[in-house]
Nanobody
């Protein structure tokens, strides 16, 4: 069975940058879409960014365009989310996920990591 494990979260101050990583293991994800989602306290899980493991264009939520960048390291079976100019509104648990058919809906994603916290102080 496939597994996803996030890392790189932690407390940062407004304006800081952070890079999250998602290590994939247990199966081949080469045909999958890899996504990042986040869930703030009291809110629903929302789409952040996605990319096809095999390459191609990336997709971003409007709220993070120009600020966040998703990338993949095929040799290390890892997907990254580079987050710049973080603000308190970005505070959430960030999750990595994989889907055969990609998109922005969490329901489409069949593999999930346990999440990593990103609290942003003002």
């Amino acid at each position: 069975q496939g597994q996803l494990e996030e890392s790189g979260g932690g407390l940062v101050q407004a304006g800081d940058s952070l890079r999250l990583s998602c290590a994939a293991s247990g199966r081949t994800f080469s045909a999958y879409h890899m996504g990042w989602f986040r869930q703030a306290p009291g809110k629903e899980r929302e789409f952040v960014a996605a990319v096809r493991w095999s390459g191609g264009t990336s997709d971003y939520a409007d709220s993070v365009k120009g600020r966040f960048t998703i990338s993949r390291d095929i040799a290390k079976n890892t997907v990254h989310l580079q987050m710049n100019s973080l603000q308190p509104a970005h505070t959430a648990f960030y999750y990595c996920a994989a889907a055969v058919v990609g998109g922005r809906l969490p329901q489409r994603y069949t593999y999930w990591g346990h999440g990593t916290p990103v609290p942003v102080s003002s």
